[in-house]
């Protein structure tokens, strides 16, 4: 337990000191001072930054899947389903942008890490859809002629409103941005329905 603790406790404070200063500018010492832990303390659970931010990564990854596993264990309707799966994924989201910084930040101008972070998340997101898809085909709710087509597609439109989400650009229209953000859902599902 004392081990987790310490864990979690050096990757909280790295992760506040990359959202701040960056990767680049930030020590191993200065993530050894914030966590009030020794350098060889730190030095003992990570090699070097890019681990730690790995494992920042990892977390945040995990994250977001567990909120969309939340909604995929719901007894809901498929139509109910779909709509509290896509506001919850892009909570979800957004939440993990928000906690390490900004869009601004280092990491996300990584190309690379991120893809590598999104190809993980895409084809769990992608399972979730065909699953919630299958089940509205099944009830007769949807009419959907290629199920995989289909949740690519609906894949790559959530990813398209991520940054606009993210930075609070959907709220136009004097809407809030959950409104808006249903309004787009039910734009989506209005393509689905018999």
Do not use: W
Not at 18 to 29: E, I, S, V, W
């Amino acid at each position: 337990m004392k081990i987790e603790t310490t864990k979690q406790t050096l990757l909280e404070s790295a992760r506040k000191l990359f959202a701040q200063l960056g990767l680049k500018d930030t020590t191993m010492n200065d993530i050894a001072a914030e966590s009030h832990k020794g350098r060889r303390t730190v030095y003992t659970y990570f090699k070097s930054k890019n681990e730690i931010l790995d494992a920042i990564i990892e977390e945040e990854l995990q994250f977001i899947i567990h909120s969309m596993k939340q909604v995929m264990k719901m007894d809901m309707e498929p139509l109910d389903k779909f709509k509290k799966f896509v506001v919850t994924r892009m909570d979800a989201v957004k939440t993990a942008v928000k906690r390490n910084g900004s869009l601004h930040a280092e990491f996300f101008r990584d190309v690379f890490r991120v893809e590598l972070v999104r190809r993980k998340l895409e084809k769990i997101e992608l399972d979730f859809l065909k699953n919630i898809l299958q089940e509205g085909i099944d009830k007769n709710i949807f009419n959907i002629d290629n199920i995989n087509q289909t949740s690519v597609f609906i894949h790559y439109m959530l990813r398209g409103l991520d940054v606009p989400y993210i930075r609070g650009l959907i709220d136009i229209c004097d809407m809030s941005q959950e409104d808006m953000l249903n309004r787009r859902v039910n734009i989506m599902i209005q393509g689905l329905l018999k």
